[in-house]
Nanobody, 127 residues
């Protein structure tokens, strides 16, 4: 059974940090690009970050550039999103997604291109 499971969300004060994990089961992530997306109440889902299957290319939304870092550990079949200097506007449910059809050095922030999705993890930034 193909499954993505996010973890690491929680409540953090503004300026704090969290590290989200996206663990795959039922398939190996080696040949999949991974995207992180988020959706806040009343807002559309937005792409936050992505990493190519090779790991050599990454992308970030302007709103998180310089604060968030995506990485992957294929040996652990896991992708991470390190989130620093968190702001209240980062509050959302965060989802990871995987797609296998991209070239090795490509990733995308366009959600409909992704094949597999996790159930999401809540991140709340509040004092």
């Amino acid at each position: 059974q193909v499954q993505l499971v996010e973890s690491g969300g929680g409540l953090v004060q503004p300026g704090g940090s969290l590290r989200l994990s996206c663990a795959a089961s039922g398939f190996t992530l080696d040949y999949y690009a991974i995207g992180w997306f988020r959706q806040a109440p009343g807002k559309e889902r937005e792409g936050v970050s992505c990493i190519s299957s090779s790991g050599g290319n990454t992308g970030y939304a302007d709103s998180v550039k310089g604060r968030f870092t995506i990485s992957r550990d294929n040996a652990k079949n896991t992708v991470y999103l390190q989130m620093n200097r968190l702001k209240p506007e980062d509050t959302a449910v965060y989802y990871c997604a995987a797609v296998g059809k991209f070239p090795a050095r490509y990733c995308s922030h366009y959600g409909p291109e992704y094949d597999y999705w996790g159930q999401g993890t809540q991140v709340t930034v509040s004092s």
